[in-house]
């Protein structure tokens, strides 16, 4: 019975509609390996089902105007101590309010990450996780209506 509630309230909280049933999704660990931005770049990834969006720590973040868009140039460094430079156009800029009452901004742009043998494209909001153990952060966005997060695991999924 509590099986059942707690899948409930999974699916529920992933806004999944009742057709869908456990064994439709993949079950995840909430530490994976992805694969970033249509490479052979991995990077160590924290998912979390309390996040709405996903965050990657953006470093020497340069902004710059192309055919009269604001695009960006950043770079990633991964668990292995290598860097990745990644060019894309700003989507947006989101204003995210702090715990401390300050606003903080954030350029969002579109990068393809892939989890196991699913790729998507993902709203991704570009931020100083330095301080943060894993670099990148998977939130629902990514993860409705395919995974499953299971607390208890991690690195589930071999793709490398």
């Known amino acids: 019975m509590l099986l059942k509630q707690f899948i409930f309230i999974v699916f529920v909280s992933l806004g999944l509609s009742g057709q869908v049933t456990a064994t439709d999704l993949i079950t995840v660990g909430w530490l994976e390996e992805v694969q970033v931005d249509n490479s052979e770049y991995w990077l160590k990834a924290k998912l979390d089902t309390g996040a709405d969006n996903s965050s990657i720590n953006a470093e020497e973040v340069t902004e710059f105007l192309k055919d009269g868009k604001s695009w960006v140039k950043f770079s990633i460094q991964n668990a292995w101590n290598k860097k990745h430079i990644i060019i894309k156009p700003v989507l947006k800029t989101s204003r995210i309010k702090m715990k401390n009452g300050g606003v903080q901004k954030r350029l969002v742009i579109e990068l393809k990450v892939r989890l196991g043998s699913i ?32 607390s208890s695991k991690t690195f589930t999924l071999t793709g490398r």
């Open 119 to 150: 790729s998507k494209q993902v709203k991704m909001n570009l931020v100083d996780r330095s301080h943060f153990k894993y670099q990148l952060l998977i939130g629902r966005s990514f993860l409705r209506p395919d995974f499953l997060v299971d």
